[in-house]
């Protein structure tokens, strides 16, 4: 192994190490504090570009342009939203996350395409017809907003809703037009994915957390649909495995060091 592999690795595992340590930290601060770290309002938007950074240099560089059009596409509907009330509901970011554009925090390109390259990564190994796998991914991606969603318009801080629905605040509006946004993303990166492990451990992270947290703050319906999602991950990643078409927990650790030299 030559040192510029060795440097590679080395520093794809300190940014895991980060992560990791950001990912207890949040989890920890909301169980045993009931709120995030204070003075720490750089922590939400560099856990948000660590957990892209981590998917975008892990994907195969025939992939890259996907995370493009996820990011492109997902910002665009979150700045035509923020400026009309088009799609979601009337909103409007905070000042928690920055830099910003057009009223959108830059990294919210990094949640959609993390979330998307891991229910990508999901769902890829059983060819689905393609209605089918457009809308299984759409409704997966709404059901993880409505674990995301009470906590970052509300103990996170995120943004805020100025007319409240009936799901903690949040306007059922919204979660269709999550679930319309999505069915345009994926249908724009559905062509086949570089097998990335990375994606699916990221995910399944991200929505660990918005679990756990929900838990803290007794948001008893978010946390029990955040458990039937990972319960779905490991049912779906069991079923994937047994045909021998999702990649072995067991050996994603070389698999990852192949796709980083």
């Known amino acids: 192994m030559n040192a510029h592999s060795i440097a590679t690795r080395t520093a794809f595992y300190l940014l895991i190490a980060i992560y990791l340590v950001m990912w207890a930290g949040g989890i920890g601060s909301h169980l045993l504090r009931g709120a995030p770290p204070t003075n720490a309002s750089w922590a939400s938007p560099l856990f948000l570009f660590l957990s892209g950074l981590i998917v975008f240099v892990t994907t195969a560089k025939n992939d890259w342009w996907k995370l493009l059009v996820i990011g492109l596409l997902g910002l665009t509907a979150e700045a035509v939203g923020v400026q009309s009330g088009f799609l979601f509901g009337v909103y409007r970011y905070?000042?928690?996350?920055?830099?910003?554009?057009?009223?959108?925090?830059v990294v919210m390109a990094c949640a959609w395409f993390v979330l998307v390259a891991y229910l990508r990564q999901m769902l890829q190994p059983f060819r689905l017809p393609a209605w089918l796998d457009v809308l299984v991914a759409g409704a997966w991606m709404t059901a993880i907003d409505l674990?995301?969603?009470?906590?970052a318009a509300g103990q996170l801080g995120y943004w805020r809703w100025e007319?409240?629905?009936?799901?903690y605040g949040i306007p059922?509006?919204?979660?269709?037009?999550?679930?319309?946004?999505?069915?345009?993303?994926?249908?724009?990166?559905?062509?086949?994915?570089?097998?990335?492990?990375?994606a699916i451990y990221l995910g399944l992270s991200m929505v660990v957390f918005f679990t756990a947290i929900s838990f803290a703050h007794n948001?008893?319906?978010?946390?029990?649909?955040g458990l039937g999602l990972c319960a779905t991950h490991f049912i779906v990643?069991?079923?994937?495995?047994?045909?021998?078409?999702?990649?072995?927990?067991?050996?994603?650790?070389?698999?990852?060091?192949?796709?980083?030299l």
């Open 94 to 105: 905070t000042s928690v996350l920055q830099p910003q554009l057009l009223g959108v925090p």
């Open 147 to 151: 674990v995301i969603d009470p906590l």
């Open 163 to 167: 007319q409240a629905g009936d799901y």
């Open 172 to 198: 059922a509006r919204n979660f269709a037009g999550w679930f319309v946004v999505s069915l345009v993303i994926f249908t724009a990166v559905r062509k086949p994915w570089r097998l990335n492990a990375a």
């Open 219 to 225: 948001l008893m319906l978010a946390f029990g649909i």
């Open 237 to 260: 990643a069991q079923v994937a495995r047994s045909g021998g078409r999702l990649i072995n927990p067991a050996t994603s650790g070389a698999h990852l060091s192949k796709q980083l």
